[in-house]
């Protein structure tokens, strides 16, 4: 059965997970795009359902599927030029817990592109543990597409301040700031969590405290800032002991 309306039930449920109210109630996110799925299936994600258009021909990884006409998907769908595939994937519940290994702490950024950018080289960087305090939900189709994957495989968990800063109780906490050591002149231990603020007023007070050392990324007199995403990657690489 092919759903043609974009007021059916179903197809309302699906495109409210375009809003965080909207997965905060299903307790799902939605999942676009060929690549997307595929990794999604192929890192174990929880997947309620595939979302197909109509006309979609290729692979369905025997998962139930929900097929809907070309004007009920693309209301469904938050990419402008949707590929024909979805999937309604499960948010793991994770409480805030202590990390493995490195980790990092992302403290009131607000842009989901960042994010999910952020988070993806996080995955790369080997910081698989990363605790979000008042941040983007990591989860909204900006931050998935950014993260190109990247939430399928970090451990993401959101908390409060205080509840990250006691998970992390006894690890060395590594403040991102301007005003920090030159970050490729520091020897960083081999377990600490590095902590980046927002992009228009950095740490929290809170963060700041509580860190260990400050380091910073040397620039030309004439750049003032760079993009928190790219901050976060060069600080991640430049801290990291061993590959």
């Known amino acids: 059965m092919i759903i043609l309306s974009k007021q059916n039930p179903l197809v309302k449920e699906l495109a409210s997970l375009k809003e965080k109210k909207g997965r905060r109630r299903t307790g799902t996110f939605l999942v676009e795009g060929h690549k997307m799925v595929r990794e999604a299936v192929a890192s174990g994600m929880d ?20 097929v809907l006409g070309q004007d009920a998907f693309a209301a469904v769908c938050d990419e402008k030029t ?9 948010i ?19 842009d989901p592109a960042n994010v999910g950018a952020i ?7 080997g910081y698989e543990d990363v605790y979000l305090a008042g941040c983007a939900d990591p989860f909204s189709p900006k931050s998935v597409r950014a993260s190109m994957s990247g939430v399928f495989f970090a451990r993401i968990m959101q908390g409060t301040q205080e509840e990250i800063l006691s998970a992390i ?14 970050v490729f002149s520091y020897a960083a231990p081999e377990k600490f969590c590095l902590a980046v603020g927002s992009e228009g007023s950095g740490l929290s007070a809170l963060v ?12 030309d007199a004439r750049t003032e ?13 430049a801290l990291r002991t061993k590959i």
Request: proline share 7%; net charge negative.
């Open 47 to 66: 997947v309620v359902r595939l979302v197909l258009r109509e006309d979609y021909a290729g692979e369905r990884y025997g998962l139930p599927a929900v």
């Open 82 to 90: 949707p590929q024909g595939i979805a999937a309604e994937v499960v």
């Open 92 to 110: 793991p519940e994770r409480s805030v817990q202590p990390p493995q290994g490195r980790c990092l702490l992302l403290d009131g950024l607000q």
């Open 119 to 125: 988070i993806r080289t996080a995955v790369a960087a």
């Open 169 to 182: 109780a006894g690890l060395p906490v590594i403040a991102a700031d301007m005003g920090g050591e030159d």
């Open 208 to 219: 700041r405290g509580r860190a260990d050392v400050t380091v910073c990324i040397p620039m």
């Open 225 to 237: 800032s760079l993009n928190a995403a790219v901050s976060a990657g060069i600080l991640m690489y």
